[in-house]
Each structure stands twice: as C-alpha cells, then as structure tokens.
C-alpha cells in the first residue's frame, strides 16, 4: 500500500512531573535536535512544528494521595487533549514529542474526542515494557506515568481533570505489546477489564508479525482509528538506553521496525506519542535517533529497501 501524505503537527510535551525522576522535560528538544521534522519531510510529508506546550498548574484541583504532582500533569492533560483534539480536527496527524507518559492522559483523550466525532472507536497501541493501568489506589509509587491506560479507560479515579461526561476508551480496544513489567494489582486489572496484553514470551512464541496481523485485522474490522504510544522502554535497553525505567529483554530493532512497516502498510495509524526520552541518561543521542528511525519507518521509509548484492 502507498503511503499517504500527511499534515504533522509536532507538538511538544517537556513533562517529566509524572516520573520518578528528572529529565524527560528534555525529550522534546532531543527529538527535535535529532532532526525529526528534517525526516519526515524528507519523506514527502508537511510537518508543522506547534512548540512546546507549557501550560500553568492546574490550582482549581487540590493534591490527591497516590497521585504525585497531580496539578502538574493535570494542566499538561488538558492542554494535549485540547491541542491534540484540535489538531485532528483540522486534518493534521498529531504527533507528540514526549516527555513522560503520563502525558497519553491527554493525547489519547484529544483523540477519543475525535474519534467519537467521527463515528469510529479508537484503539491503542501501547508499545511499553509496563502496563500503565495503575490508579492512585493501586500504584506502589504515586507516579503518574504508569496511570494513563487506567485514566484514558476510566479506570483511574482522580480529581476532575477532564470532562466526567469524555469519551472514553474502551479497555478491550488497548493493545498492549512488549509487556515485561507489571505490578501485581495492576496484573489483574487488565485481566478482569479484558485489556488485550501480549508480552515478550508470546512475542517469542508466535512472532511480532502473527501478532500485529491480529490487530491490525481487529481494528480493520471494526472500523477503528489507531494512536500509536511508543515508549523508549519499549525497546531493549541495550538498543536505547536513554530511558529511566530499563527493563532487559525488550523488542529488537527489527521487531520495531517491523511493526512500524506494517502499520504503515495498514494506513490505519492517526496519531503517534513519542515518550519516556531521557537525553540525561541516553548514550550521545543513540535513543533519541533510533526513536526517529521508527517514526520514519511508520511514515514510509522502508529499513530494507535498498537492492541487495547479486549472488
């Protein structure tokens, strides 16, 4: 299938509140620096860079037990809801430069609202070591980086951050591949909502690409719009160090390439966050360029399209 040409809205999201631990603030300007808007207009598509939001703490919400720097990441998901939503509104394809993943709590919201506009159900790819669907009552550390999956379901009770009345993501549309890292209260959480999980065995035992047919012909069937969320832990470290929450054993170069290929492929794919970058702690840039690989993979460069060597 040809790649269509896009309209990207770049925008940036320097949150790193919901962490545990400072430096994802300077994953946008890292992605930037690596030269992410050079590539993918390169590869034929118009690329708008929006800034960097930096919105003022939410002071209307009062701090919440079990939710570190809740005013923090609040005013961070309300900006992104709103810009993200506006984006897709105006025919862009927004495309998140992170930060920390608490801030999916707003750009897959933005992109439940449109979809729901749309007539059409959102699904989402979740490429993470970890689950993400703690909630305040559940999390052992109170950071908010491992509630978005929760929140985006409705599954993860906080101060009114958004709308209570928001559409909502549907814990059977989440997708979650590359999981090697869950909290046991989180464990049953997403078995008891029927979040769809394939971690790094079944990635071993049935291959990447058996998986992503799965889902691919899932969302194909229904109809869907797909927000991709790739976290650097998503990777194996030894492929990406610049992030705070190593896990060993993760996705290989090929595996990741070869999933942004076939999402390509599938044109399905609406709406990319880029998070967890932590240039503090990346070796020379190495995450930060391999994180842009993968961006131009799902955009339609292809890893081996060059001809090979004649026997």
Not at 125 to 133: G, I, N, P, V
Request: net charge negative; proline share 6%.
């Amino acid at each position: 299938m040809a790649e269509t040409k896009k309209s990207i809205a770049l925008i940036g999201a320097p949150l790193e509140e919901g962490s545990g631990r400072r430096g994802c603030a300077m994953g946008p300007a890292a992605l930037r620096i690596a030269g992410i808007d050079t590539i993918l207009a390169g590869l034929g598509h118009s690329v708008a860079d929006e800034g960097d939001l930096k919105p003022l703490p939410a002071r209307d919400l009062a701090n919440h037990p079990g939710a570190n720097n809740l005013q923090i990441v609040a005013a961070m998901t309300r900006a992104l809801d709103e810009s993200v939503h506006d984006a897709a509104r105006a025919g862009k394809f927004p495309l998140i430069l992170g930060g920390d993943h608490a801030l999916s709590m707003g750009s897959v919201s933005g992109m439940a609202r449109y979809a729901k506009e749309q007539g059409r159900p959102l699904f989402v790819l979740w490429l993470d070591a970890h689950a993400d669907f703690n909630s305040p009552a559940t999390s052992p550390s109170g950071n908010m980086h491992g509630m978005p999956v929760a929140f985006f379901c409705g599954e993860a009770e906080f101060a009114p951050i958004l709308d209570k009345d928001r559409p909502l993501v549907d814990p059977r549309h989440v997708f979650q591949v590359g999981i090697r890292s869950v909290d046991d209260r989180e464990r049953e959480e997403i078995a008891e909502h029927g979040v769809n999980v394939y971690d790094m065995r079944a990635i071993d035992e049935t291959g990447m690409a058996h998986i992503m047919h799965e889902i691919i012909a899932t969302i194909k069937g229904a109809n869907g719009m797909l927000h991709v969320s790739l976290d650097v832990d998503f990777l194996d470290p030894e492929l990406a160090p610049g992030v705070g929450t190593t896990v060993p054993g993760g996705a290989t170069f090929r595996e990741a390439h070869l999933i942004m290929e076939m999402l390509c492929d599938s044109g399905l794919v609406s709406s990319l966050d880029l998070v967890e970058l932590n240039p503090f702690l990346d070796d020379r840039g190495k995450s930060a360029r391999i994180l842009i690989e993968l961006t131009a993979s799902l955009f339609g460069r292809r890893v081996l399209d060059r001809p090979t060597r004649s026997a």
